[in-house]
Antibody, heavy 123, light 109 residues
Framework: EVQLVESGGGLVQPGGSLRLSCAAS????????FSWVRQAPGRGLEWVSG????????YYADSVKGRCEISRDNAKKTLYVQMNSLTAGDTAIYFC????????????????WGKGIMVTVSS | EIVLTQSPGTLSLSPGERATLSCRAS???????VSWFQQKPGRAPRLLIY???RRATGISDRFSGSGSGTDFTLTISRLEPEDFAVYFC??????????FGHGTKVEVK
């Protein structure tokens, strides 16, 4: 079964840091790009960061640029995101998402989502 | 930055009725990179449609997508009880890499 399982969330004080992990199973991890997408309570979806199959290309939303680092370990089949200088605005459920390419990139979409992990930034 | 505007914000319909959801982009985008997701409370989003009109694996043929340029539509032909949820459109591109609409809630009338 194709599965993504996030971990590492919880309560963090403003200004603090957190590292989220996403363990993949049921497919060849190294063949896919991944993203982190978050959803603040009662709000819509916001893309946070993405990483290419090899990890050589990394992308960030303006809202987290300079405070966030995405990485991956293909041997461990695990995706990470390190978030620093956290504020209340970072409070959200964070989803790990697999990106699918078809026809050599002609189609590109998010096809598999983890269940998400809650991050709460509060004193 | 391209903005995706979904309308209406809420759609109140009865089971068996047809639902038509709109997603308008602030400038022309490639239909190859437009997706639609369904999200139920407490759950992760589920991919319904990619490339504007292609149904994802296992998705009922009640769901169909169409559109090009700046205007995209998700249609649910006959609402089943399990279809009442929030629907998001999404676009893959650049700056930012991925953009979501704010969602349309389909609720029971």
């Amino acid at each position: 079964e194709v599965q993504l399982v996030e971990s590492g969330g919880g309560l963090v004080q403003p200004g603090g840091s957190l590292r989220l992990s996403c363990a993949a199973s049921g497919f060849t991890f190294s063949k896919y790009a991944f993203s982190w997408v978050r959803q603040a309570p009662g709000r819509g979806l916001e893309w946070v960061s993405g990483i290419s199959e090899s990890g050589s290309s990394r992308y960030y939303a303006d809202s987290v640029k300079g405070r966030c680092e995405i990485s991956r370990d293909n041997a461990k089949k695990t995706l990470y995101v390190q978030m620093n200088s956290l504020t209340a605005g970072d409070t959200a459920i964070y989803f790990c998402v697999r990106e699918m390419d078809e026809d050599s990139g002609y189609y590109h979409y998010m096809d598999v989502w983890g269940k998400g992990i809650m991050v709460t930034v509060s004193s | 930055e391209i903005v995706l505007t979904q309308s209406p914000g809420t759609l109140s319909l009865s089971p068996g009725e047809r639902a038509t959801l709109s997603c308008r982009a602030s400038q022309s985008i490639s239909s190859s990179y437009v997706s639609w997701f369904q999200q139920k409370p407490g759950r992760a989003p589920r991919l319904l449609i990619y490339a504007a009109s292609r149904r994802a694996t296992g998705i009922s043929d009640r769901f169909s997508g169409s559109g090009s340029g700046t205007d995209f539509t998700l249609t649910i032909s006959r609402l089943e009880p399990e279809d009442f949820a929030v629907y998001f459109c999404q676009r893959y591109g650049s700056s930012p890499l991925w953009t979501f609409g704010h969602g349309t809630k389909v609720e029971v009338k």
